[in-house]
Nanobody, 124 residues
């Protein structure tokens, strides 16, 4: 069992940056692949990026490549999402997710554990 708690959301101007954190509790955090998803009002939850359990492999959605970076600190049980050059259309609730497999997946159904989400609002 893994419990996930996101933090770091807030209001930022277009072009600005935010760093989200996802603190995990439970056993064997280092063996879980972690990912970030987001859900805007009226839209489906979508994959943003993920990081494999070793931290050596990451995968990103095309729309964030070069702007967002995922990292993890297995000693602290934390996963980060650094977001740069934010756009107003990226306003959404951002969720952290975990799966007990070694490969990053992009479907919500591939993840077993979810946080409660953190709101990110990008003003124009």
């Amino acid at each position: 069992q893994v419990q996930l708690v996101e933090s770091g959301g807030g209001l930022v101007q277009a072009g600005g940056s935010l760093r989200l954190s996802c603190a995990a509790s439970g056993r064997s955090f280092s063996s879980y692949t972690m990912a970030w998803f987001r859900q805007a009002p009226g839209k489906e939850r979508e994959f943003v990026g993920g990081i494999a359990w070793t931290g050596s492999r990451t995968s990103y959605a095309d729309f964030v490549k070069g702007r967002f970076t995922i990292s993890r600190d297995n000693a602290k049980n934390i996963v980060y999402l650094q977001m740069n050059s934010l756009k107003p259309e990226e306003t959404a609730v951002y969720y952290c997710a975990a799966r007990p497999w070694r490969i990053v997946a992009v479907a919500t159904t591939d993840y077993n554990y979810w946080g409660q989400g953190t709101q990110v609002t990008v003003s124009s």
